[in-house]
């Protein structure tokens, strides 16, 4: 018993907004794929997180179709395990309907019994499949929103029952964090712990933590590859500091793993730098960004440009920083991607808001818009349906509307479109879009 294997985790294809991030992220789903075909690999493991919504537009469905349908065509089988963003509660994921269409074999399959006594506790055993050609056993378990799949790992009980054959290789693939592997603070109600896996495989395929990691259980690596490209801000950070992104290719002898090799995918340049604004007027913040992206030593070029920009200014609103003049500045230079992260940036001015007082959160609403629409004096007649009370009310149920959730199974356009309809209702202006009056 001899052969390889390729263990992916984490593509999140169909993630990012920017077109030019998706196509990175596409194509190195894309190379991982060529790469798995190039090598020869026995059958390929992706332990979650394939999409990054369950219910993705078609035009990534089709694209990951499209690589999928390769692997079948060149003969290796696929085998997967939903993660956290794929799986679906209330709908059909993309994943069930690839699986049917036998682009690739869900191995996270369990069965749940009860116990007959009045305690009716809960046992949860695994249901694994073999690989035909290598005789390769493959057991899983799938993620679930918010780390719920920790139900399953209490109800396994760091077991894998009498269903592994020791005498020969074995996988157990899961997309859970690993308290001991992880570092990003991700809450301990969120994640398993090593003893929580089930004892006796070969090797252990994770997915989740966006960052490679490698534990051991007994003999047994449990290895978490990290994401092909990473889908945030923070993930493009680590990048920059010379995380390396990319898939794992396993080979395997008896029931021993015998070699571990990770392959790194090419990631364009990632340039990262971030301002602190403690204590500096916005006149003073800008200046020195500015100055930062004047430097003519600067990279630039073919380069993914990250900027933050966080603490408390001392005077002034981060809406006096010109950051629309950064971007088109880097642009002009040659800079593949800006992105401008400005979330941890406060004023003075809205730290006092959070002392505003105290009361339920619609009541300091409430308060901050009545005391704001005060110094709203329009002299336009017509807009004297925002000024006073009225106006106030009108601006609480706009909050409203626009805090509303995106629905499982509601696309983002579907989305965005319910968001403007109501929200333009409240403010009774007639939108129109490209496609016509809504
Ligand atoms: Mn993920």
């Excluded at 809450?187 to 006796?200: F, K, T």
Aim: proline share 4%.
């Amino acid at each position: 018993m001899k052969g390889s294997f390729a263990h992916i985790s984490d593509c999140h294809i169909g993630a990012w907004r920017d077109p030019k991030l998706r196509g990175l992220n596409d194509s190195a789903f894309e190379k991982a794929i060529d790469l798995c075909i190039e090598n020869q690999v026995d059958f390929v493991i992706i332990s979650g997180d394939i999409f990054d919504i369950g219910i993705p537009e078609m035009s990534s469905v089709r694209y990951a179709v499209r690589k999928l349908k390769q692997l079948v065509n060149s003969g290796i089988p696929v085998y997967v395990v939903y993660g956290s963003h794929d799986y679906s509660p209330t709908t059909v994921s993309v994943v069930d309907v690839l699986t049917e269409a036998g682009l690739f074999a869900n191995v996270g399959q369990f069965e749940e019994t009860s116990t007959e006594d009045q305690n009716h506790q809960k046992n949860l055993s695994l249901k694994p499949l073999i690989d035909e050609k290598t005789g390769v056993q493959i057991a899983g378990l799938p993620a679930r929103r918010g780390g719920l799949e920790r139900a399953y790992y209490a109800e396994l009980k760091g077991s894998a029952g009498n269903i592994i054959d020791p005498e020969k290789y074995s996988i157990f693939v899961f997309h859970a964090s690993v308290n001991e592997l992880q570092a990003f603070n991700i809450p301990i109600e969120q994640s398993v712990s090593l003893q929580d896996l089930p004892r006796g495989f070969s090797y252990y395929a994770g997915g989740h933590l966006h960052k490679r990691s490698i534990g051991k259980i007994g003999e047994a690596s449990v290895v978490y590859p990290g994401p092909l490209f990473g889908t945030s801000y923070s993930d493009l950070e680590l990048t920059s500091r010379a995380e390396k992104r990319g898939f794992a290719i396993v080979e395997f002898e008896d029931n021993k793993t015998a070699r571990l090799n990770f392959v790194d995918l090419p990631s364009p340049r990632i340039l990262s730098k971030t301002f602190n604004a403690d204590g500096k007027s916005s006149a003073q913040i800008d200046n020195q960004i500015k100055e930062f992206i004047s430097k003519d030593t600067l990279q630039v070029k073919d380069s993914i440009v990250l900027l933050k920009v966080r603490g408390t200014l001392s005077s002034g609103k981060p809406s006096d920083i010109d950051w629309y003049a950064y971007r088109t500045s880097l642009l002009e230079r040659g800079a593949l991607v800006v992105s401008l992260n400005r979330m941890g940036l406060s004023t003075k001015e809205s730290k006092r808001l959070e002392l505003i007082g105290k009361g339920t959160k619609e009541e300091i609403e409430s308060k901050i818009l009545t005391e704001h629409i005060a110094a709203f004096k329009s002299s336009l007649s017509e807009l004297s349906f925002l000024s006073a009370s009225n106006g106030v009310i009108r601006a609480s149920r706009l909050l409203t509307a626009l805090k509303t959730e995106k629905k499982e199974e509601e696309t983002k356009s579907s989305f965005e479109k319910r968001v403007v309809k109501e929200a333009s209702g409240i403010l009774e202006f007639p939108v129109e879009e490209p496609g016509g009056k809504i």
